[in-house]
């Protein structure tokens, strides 16, 4: 039987205290036969991204073990950021890497958020793949009016949850459950804290607005830092490589007389996503392999 590994990358609102991430990845570890190949903490976004590998059961497990330690570490009353949220476990995708289908994955996601529902009283809105309406595909429109408009939104019957309860919880909000693609979440910092040229940039590199096809950007602020980023997923890392996307965003960084200081990958990449260029042409200057998908992955 040809060996089967999945992918989750469960997006957390909690980018600050690093004891809360430490113990969350302890509760996927805690899970036997999954791989936990990255943790991204951003203090800005306010947001943490795990990357986990393995057998899809192992994985299944490990992302519920996660939940459960997420809606009891996190409370979203007092969580404030400037990523697009709507709850404590935010948004928890599948993804087939090997020897599975994207049916597959979605009956995991299905699954897990079922038990989301029943075991956490999570509310919970399956998008992507998993989706089971056409409003629901795109993970905007579930984030639409973010946590704070979470309560209003479940009082109207065509926003009731495809699992879980329909009550608003306002410690734990909702999560969004998927199965999806490979995505690569590729972020850039400018060297500059003009937040309206970020949001230019970003206008002319997303797709939805004439730029690349299966890139959605936005531009946000990195207080702590003092400058902007133009925040980006590659939904089709074979279209839009992330040269072409970082030249892109150089290029209108540019014609506002703005400079690039770095850019950094929130999870992992495919080689293939590099298209033969180095990561420090991309603006990944603190690069290291464990980076790149393929290295966590057995040998064909």
Do not use: Y
């Given at each position: 039987m040809e060996l089967q590994i999945l992918e989750c990358v469960p997006n957390v609102s909690e980018g600050r205290n690093r004891r809360v991430i430490e113990s969350l990845a302890d509760a996927i570890r805690s899970r036997a036969g999954v791989h936990l190949a990255d943790i991204h903490m951003d203090p800005d976004h306010h947001r943490s991204v795990f990357t986990i590998l393995g057998?899809?059961?192992?994985?299944?497990?490990?992302?519920?073990?996660?939940?459960?330690?997420?809606v009891h570490a996190i409370d979203m009353?007092?969580?404030?950021?400037?990523?697009?949220?709507?709850?404590?476990?935010?948004?928890?995708?599948f993804v087939p890497i090997k020897g599975l289908t994207i049916a597959e994955a979605v009956t995991v996601a299905h699954r897990a958020?079922?038990?989301?529902?029943?075991?956490l009283d999570l509310p919970v809105f399956f998008y992507g793949e998993a989706a089971l309406t056409p409003e629901r595909r795109q993970l905007s429109a579930i984030r639409d009016g973010e946590y704070e408009g979470l309560e209003k939104k479940l009082r109207d019957p065509g926003w009731r949850?495809?699992?879980?309860?329909?009550?608003?919880?306002?410690?734990?909000?909702?999560?969004?459950?998927?199965?999806?693609?490979?995505?690569v979440a590729f972020n850039v910092w400018l060297d500059s804290d003009n937040?309206?040229?970020?949001?230019?940039?970003?206008?002319?590199?997303?797709?939805?607005?004439?730029?690349?096809?299966?890139?959605?950007?936005?531009?946000?602020?990195?207080?702590?830092r003092?400058?902007?980023?133009?925040?980006?997923n590659l939904l089709d890392y074979r279209t839009a490589s992330l040269p072409r996307v970082f030249n892109r965003v150089r290029?209108?960084?540019?014609?506002?007389?703005?400079?690039?200081?770095?850019?950094?990958?929130?999870?992992?990449a495919p080689r293939e996503a590099f298209e033969g260029a180095t990561p420090?042409?991309?603006?990944?200057?603190?690069?290291?392999?464990?980076?790149v998908l393929e290295t966590h992955l057995p040998p064909e």
């Open positions: 057998p899809p059961p192992a994985v299944e497990a490990a992302a519920l073990a996660l939940a459960a330690a997420t009353r007092t969580h404030r950021g400037v990523h697009p949220r709507i709850g404590a476990l935010d948004v928890l995708p958020g079922q038990a989301l529902g029943n075991r949850p495809d699992a879980g309860p329909v009550r608003f919880n306002p410690r734990t909000g909702a999560t969004a459950v998927g199965a999806r693609g490979i995505l937040l309206d040229a970020a949001r230019a940039i970003a206008r002319a590199v997303r797709e939805s607005t004439g730029g690349l096809p299966g890139v959605q950007a936005m531009g946000v602020p990195l207080a702590r003092g400058i902007v980023q133009v925040a980006m290029s209108e960084a540019a014609l506002r007389a703005i400079t690039i200081r770095r850019s950094e990958l929130v999870g992992l420090e042409s991309v603006g990944l200057s603190d690069f290291i392999p464990e980076k």
